[in-house]
């Protein structure tokens, strides 16, 4: 099975910061990687597939890029919205796995 | 748009199986794959397995194999989820996902709409 790694597991930061999390596969997965984002009590919410490509109704301030076993999410200006957390999923191989998650507080 | 909405939660005794059912609404299963994603209170997201309608098959993680279906009906674009042989473990709660194609063979890009989660409770 691919491992994913993400890091940090827990950040603190303040509207309006540039927020960058990182997603490490064990093996390459060329650009077969998606990011989600998930608040409380709801499911999660597609925003990167294919690394790189924003999701329609996804907010331009979020951007992904990577290839291989290093992939990251940007979040450029961070708003009261985005607090959340953030997996990534690798879709290469099954089991399809996910990263570990990262949340993002307010600082 | 379309929609997946799931079935109620459910309270189940050790031992015994559950059914899950994702409806789809707005749009057909046809060309979409349907995953089932769990997560356990508190804990990360864990895939379980997917079926592709248009071909019937299914693929199941290796840690369920043995005690999940997966099933889909295309004319009510319906799909379901059958977990047997329940333990307190699978305590969670159940997502269906849809999967969109990459075009390379059967991979996905990513699972761009979700059903709302049932709740899965496993207790003696």
């Known amino acids: 099975d691919i491992q994913l790694t993400q890091s940090p597991s827990f950040l603190s930061a303040s509207i309006g910061d540039r927020v960058t999390i990182t997603c490490r596969a064990s093996q390459g997965i060329v650009t077969y990687l998606a990011w989600y984002q998930q608040k409380p009590g709801k499911a999660p919410k597609l925003l990167i597939y294919?690394?790189?490509s924003l999701q329609s109704g996804a907010p331009a301030r979020f951007s992904g890029t990577g290839s291989g076993t290093e992939f990251t999410l940007t979040i450029s200006s961070l708003q009261p919205e985005d607090f959340a957390i953030y997996y990534c999923q690798q879709l290469n191989s099954e089991p399809l796995t996910f990263g570990g998650g990262t949340k993002v507080e307010i600082k | 748009q379309v929609q997946l909405v799931q079935s109620g939660a459910e309270v189940k005794k050790p031992g015994s199986s559950v059914w899950v059912s994702c409806k789809a609404s707005?749009?057909?299963?046809?060309?979409?794959?349907i995953n089932w994603v769990r997560q356990a209170p508190g804990q990360g997201l864990e895939w379980m397995g997917g079926?592709?309608?248009?071909?019937?098959?299914?693929n199941y993680a290796q840690k369920f194999r043995g005690r999940v279906k997966m099933t889909a009906d295309e004319s009510t674009s319906t799909a379901y989820l059958e977990l047997s042989n329940l333990r307190s473990e699978d305590t969670a709660v159940y997502y269906c996902?849809?999967?969109?194609?990459?075009?390379?063979?059967?991979?996905?890009?990513?699972?761009?709409?979700w059903g709302q989660g049932t709740t899965v409770t496993v207790s003696s």
């Open positions: 079926v592709i309608p248009t071909f019937a098959t299914a």
């Open positions: 294919s690394a790189s």
């Open positions: 996902a849809r999967g969109v194609f990459a075009g390379r063979g059967n991979s996905y890009s990513g699972l761009d709409v």
């Open positions: 707005g749009d057909s299963f046809i060309n979409y794959g």
